[in-house]
């Protein structure tokens, strides 16, 4: 199967499109844009300035993919947006390129970014992210895998989110949330561990209660960091997916740990 394009939509000289790209009515694809197979960009959505797609995404109406970056210290050259696979963007959502040259934001595979969100400037985002509408991640801010994002989340610049996080709605993320946690509030505070998700994502009994041990450890037992994640490499359970996540964490913890 051929490209699909709607003789109402603007296609860029330069552009590149795939097999089976399907382009709707007055959307816009930009002349360094590269669309891979199967990828799907509906009416009135943009695709623009250095950005590369994989294969089978989704771009809803009014979405904007590639926009300019908002940072004041961009100073000229194309930086650029890198998407993986399987991505759905809604109506109206925003991912906007790096600030420096030849850099990009990255967007992995399998990633569900709902209507009115927007992924900022050198974001990395992992795979399988469900982020709820009115969502928002700064500039430079770092998603790990299997993160949900709740509906009008905030999330700072350069803060970090860990792998199977549950961030909940109305939240205002202002340090690093450890991998397996559940935080929420203004600013946000781990409350428990990510339970459900966990056990969505296959995690066993064993591993759950190594979870809350870990959660009890952190935030239960009046240790201070250093103590709870001294205790944490001791542990008898230490070279546990758990544990080993949470302390890989901690090491390159860059705001503070929530």
């Known amino acids: 199967m051929a490209t699909d394009i709607h003789p109402t939509a603007i296609i860029c000289e330069g552009a590149e499109l795939d097999d089976k790209v399907v382009v709707g009515p007055y959307a816009y694809i930009g002349a360094q844009v590269r669309l ?4 799907r960009i509906q009416h009135h959505a943009t695709v623009d300035g250095r950005t590369v797609m994989g294969k089978n995404n989704d771009v809803y109406p009014y979405a904007f993919i590639g926009g300019m970056t908002q940072d004041l210290k961009y100073t000229g050259g194309a930086p650029g947006v890198r998407i993986g696979d399987n991505n759905v963007f809604r109506e109206y959502t925003t991912v906007h390129v790096a600030t420096k040259a030849d850099e990009d934001t990255i967007v992995g595979d399998d990633n569900h970014i709902l209507a009115y969100s927007h992924v900022a400037h050198d974001c990395i985002v992992g795979n399988h992210l469900v982020m709820s509408s009115q969502s928002a ?6 998603v790990e895998d299997n993160v949900v994002i709740g509906w009008s989340v905030g999330i ?10 549950m961030v909940g709605a109305l939240s205002k993320v202002v340090q690093d949330v450890f991998p ?8 946000a505070e781990v409350r428990f561990i990510n339970k459900v998700g966990l056990e969505r994502h296959g995690f066993g009994p ?24 001294s205790m944490l490499k001791e542990h008898p359970n230490r070279k546990s997916r758990i544990i080993k996540g949470v302390l890989k964490f901690a090491e390159t913890a860059t705001r503070g740990l929530a």
């Open 36 to 39: 891979g197979k199967g990828t």
């Open 180 to 187: 397996y946690m559940i935080t929420f509030g203004n600013p």
């Open 137 to 142: 991640l700064g500039g430079h801010v770092i």
């Open 156 to 165: 700072h610049q350069f803060c970090r989110i860990g792998a199977y996080v």
């Open 206 to 229: 064993e591993e759950l209660a190594l979870a809350k041990t870990v959660y009890r450890i952190l935030y239960r037992d009046g240790l201070n960091r250093s103590q709870a994640l």
